[in-house]
T-cell receptor, first 114, second 114 residues
């Protein structure tokens, strides 16, 4: 079965600094990968997804992620964060073999301060 | 445009009470899901449904039941609530027509069991 690890439970950063949120997955077969964001008191919203093709995926709000098959990683990056990026970020994986359940990581809380 | 709605948004109840959380969607998706979110644990799947006659248990279904009243409605019931069911509950949907199970989330229901 697939699994997802988000090693950082919380990442503090100053406004306009770059940030990287780490995500590693475990699977013996090909996967689809997702990053979701949860703003305070809201549901989850899709930031970006990797299905196939280019390993660099661009999403909403200036975020991007890079799929690295050899390192089984899908790290999320933003070159310059804003206060409004303060939220919880979830990495998720599903197998590339018919319908498969979406498995979520435990989340990383991004705290952006002025 | 709230495509996936959940009612109530907040609920406080007492141990032993039966409660129902409701989810409705206007996205026309066949698949619907119920998750619970706990701090540090991410999202865990309770039940999922492919259509009104196809309901499946997720990883943590004990203590919960569901009803798929129509394509657009999926309810979660706690037959006899207990304090460790205090959590944030999310409903999600996904279209049958795509293979990668991208899911769309409601705003959540915060449940407190005293």
């Amino acid at each position: 079965a697939q699994s997802v690890t988000q090693l950082d439970s919380q990442v503090p950063v100053f406004e306009e600094a770059p940030v990287e949120l780490r995500c590693n997955y475990s699977s013996s077969v090909s996967v689809y990968l997702f990053w979701y964001v949860q703003y305070p008191n809201q549901g989850l919203q899709l930031l970006l997804k990797y299905l196939s093709g280019s390993t660099l995926v661009k999403g909403i709000n200036g975020f991007e992620a890079e799929f690295n098959k050899s390192q089984t990683s899908f790290h999320l990056r933003k070159p310059s964060v804003h206060i409004s990026d303060t939220a919880e970020y979830f990495c998720a994986v599903t197998l590339n073999t018919g319908f498969q359940k979406l498995v979520f990581g435990t989340g990383t809380r991004l705290l952006v301060s002025p | 445009d709230a495509d996936v709605t959940q009612t109530p948004r907040n609920r406080i109840t007492k141990t032993g009470k039966r409660i129902m959380l409701e989810c409705s969607q206007t996205k026309g998706h066949d698949r619907m899901y119920w998750y619970r979110q706990d701090p540090g644990l991410g999202l865990r799947l309770i039940y999922y449904s492919f259509d009104v006659k196809d309901i499946n248990k997720g990883e943590i279904s004990d203590g919960y039941s569901v009803s798929r009243q129509a394509q657009a409605k999926f309810s979660l019931s706690l037959e006899s609530a207990i304090p460790n069911q205090t959590a944030l509950y999310f409903c999600a949907t996904s279209p049958r027509t795509v293979s990668y199970n991208e899911q769309f989330f409601g705003p959540g229901t915060r449940l407190t069991v005293l």
